[in-house]
């Protein structure tokens, strides 16, 4: 049996990863996290909608093979582009043990994979709503992410501008869009 065949029979949903594609390796990756049951959180909770934006911010400190390109917070979902730019000798002190350092296999920092990059971006963001919550004492939703996220491999210098050009404009759209609760809705 595959992996993806164990993935959908456990899972009971398809993978809409490339096969036998490598996520760690170096490149662009558009990503899409949307809320669960596609809520208008970020909308509602303006705190909440400041920590994503930290949190999503704070992800090349925490890997540091990582940067960011454009992105945006909708109302209920997040667009970005994460870049991974390549393996790296691990922090050293400072230059001079980082000079002595020789590239092994024990001390190269390991690229992470988009889902690992997703996976404590979405606990971190988690992590810090719940202690808010609880500091307000509130009853706001503590599960705000769906599952899963969508991803998309940026294969040039043109798709990476098309994807670009997606992300600043998605916020003006965002009237028509399937997702929003109100969209048809006159004034």
Same mark, same amino acid.
């Given at each position: 049996?595959?992996?993806?065949?164990?993935?959908?029979?456990?899972?009971?949903?398809?993978?809409?990863?490339?096969?036998? +594609?490598? +996520?760690?390796?170096?490149?662009?990756? %558009?990503?899409?996290?949307?809320?669960?049951?596609?809520?208008?959180? %970020?909308?509602?909770?303006?705190?909440?909608? /400041? &920590?994503?934006?930290?949190?999503?911010?704070?992800?090349?400190?925490? %890997?540091?093979?990582?940067?960011?390109?454009?992105?945006?917070?909708?109302?209920?979902?997040?667009?970005?582009?994460?870049?991974?730019?390549?393996?790296?000798?691990?922090?050293?002190?400072?230059?001079?043990?980082?000079?002595?350092?020789?590239?092994?296999?024990?001390?190269?920092?390991?690229?992470?994979?988009?889902?690992?990059?997703?996976?404590? %971006?979405?606990?971190?963001?988690?992590?810090?709503?719940?202690? +808010?919550?609880?500091?307000?004492? *509130?009853?706001?939703?503590?599960? &705000? *992410?769906?599952?899963?996220?969508?991803?998309?491999?940026?294969?040039?210098?043109?798709?990476?501008?098309? &994807?670009?050009? +997606?992300? &600043?404009?998605?916020?003006? /759209? *965002?009237?028509?869009?399937?997702?929003?609760?109100?969209?048809?809705?006159?004034?």
């Amino acid at each position: 049996m595959t992996s993806k065949m164990v993935s959908e029979r456990f899972n009971g949903r398809r993978s809409i990863r490339l096969p036998e +594609y490598n +996520y760690s390796q170096d490149g662009g990756y %558009f990503v899409t996290i949307c809320t669960r049951n596609h809520k208008t959180h %970020f909308e509602r909770y303006e705190e909440l909608r /400041k &920590i994503v934006e930290r949190e999503w911010l704070n992800i090349p400190k925490r %890997f540091c093979t990582v940067q960011l390109d454009e992105y945006v917070v909708m109302p209920n979902h997040v667009h970005g582009i994460i870049i991974i730019v390549g393996a790296t000798l691990a922090v050293a002190q400072n230059e001079r043990a980082r000079a002595s350092l020789a590239p092994t296999s024990t001390n190269r920092q390991v690229n992470p994979t988009i889902g690992r990059i997703i996976g404590a %971006f979405k606990s971190s963001c988690a992590n810090a709503w719940l202690r +808010y919550v609880e500091r307000q004492e *509130w009853d706001a939703p503590v599960r &705000i *992410w769906q599952r899963n996220y969508y991803e998309h491999v940026i294969r040039n210098e043109y798709d990476l501008n098309e &994807i670009r050009k +997606y992300i &600043i404009e998605n916020p003006l /759209k *965002w009237a028509l869009d399937e997702e929003n609760p109100e969209r048809g809705i006159s004034m």
